[in-house]
């Protein structure tokens, strides 16, 4: 005789970690809307209407509130991500292992280097 | 140090013979600083009641028998200490595993999964008299997958593995990934298989959780996503060469 434990639909609420690991999970969500906004733009393109219609869609303030989530979310999926990458990717040089910090640093470099490069290609306005 | 110092330990029973259902009972057990989970669990055998079963052998984390799940948390009762839970203290069975008598879980299929990885050397020695050569770089490369234990701590810690017992799990693909990283080892072909159908090392979605409870630093979430690298490849590869 014996008895199988069965996992609730609510296991992902019992532990920090848990909430931690769905959190990360979760940040497609806002990054859904975004894609989906970015693809309504491509399409609107087909008319001068529709582009001025899509272009005071996503001038609303509640639009723009869910693209910065976005934007938040993607940076904490980008934290967790570079944290777990040296471990499935872990690069050996010679004898020696690369410092995971080292590794985690250099990925933030390569972030804020996009970041910077999209500011200077798009930020200066006309 | 603080003795003569008393706790309420709450236990899970399952007995079934008297009751089919699990139930908690509470002990007033004795500690001081050094009591460890697996001392106030062999006080109530000894002196509260001898019905209690768990399993335990070593007493210094080696042995792996003695895992149990301390408020929620796979633990090992040997290496976790009374003084860490100043509130409530809640010892039950490790979670996801079929329960056979109080704490005492059923290992089977953790040592399926485990058989099928064939996690031993497999390899065809020119000179069978010949020792297996290896310098420190290689065997630096997988030194940390072979500290595991086999204590299941992180199948109970795996919501994959409680939602789909046959998800071969992180200690068993832990230990694959450490066969396959050997360089004596010729036995990768054997492995990948498994490792990479639906229930091997893709259905982890690292959580990471397994990584936090094991308590020998094996790290077995790294192993599993190293293993879906090395699975994407072997796929690849597999794919190139026209065969399935």
Redesign the interface.
Known sequence: ?????T?SGS??L??R??RA?MLR?ATVLPLVFLICSLLAGVYSLASLEQFSAWQEFMAKPWVIGIHALALLASLYHALTFFQ?FP????IRLG?K?VPAILMVAGQWAGTVAVMVMFLWLFGGGA | MQRDMHKDIHIQR?L??ENA??FWQTFQVPYDDTTSILDVLNYIKEELDPTLSFRWSCRMAICGSCGYMVN??PKLGCKDFVRNYPSALRIGPL??????RDLMV?MDEFLDHLEAVKPYLINEPQDKQAPHRQTP?QL?KYKQFSNCINCGLCYAAC?QF??NPEFVGPGAIALAHRYNLDSRDQGQGQRMPILNSHDGVWSC?????CS?VCPKGV?P??AV??G??ESAKSMLIQMFRGGA
Do not use: C
């Not at chain 1, 005789?1 to 434990?5: D, V």
């Not at chain 1, 471990?87 to 872990?90: A, L």
């Open positions: 005789m014996s008895y199988k434990p996992l296991w992902w019992q532990h970690f848990f690991y999970e777990l471990r499935v990717m872990p004898n292992q | 399952y079934p013979e259902e699990p929620g948390i979670a996801h595993f079929t329960v056979e059923a770089a630096a919501p409680g939602l979605t690292f959580v990471g959780f936090d790290d979430a790294a996503n190293q879906k690298v």
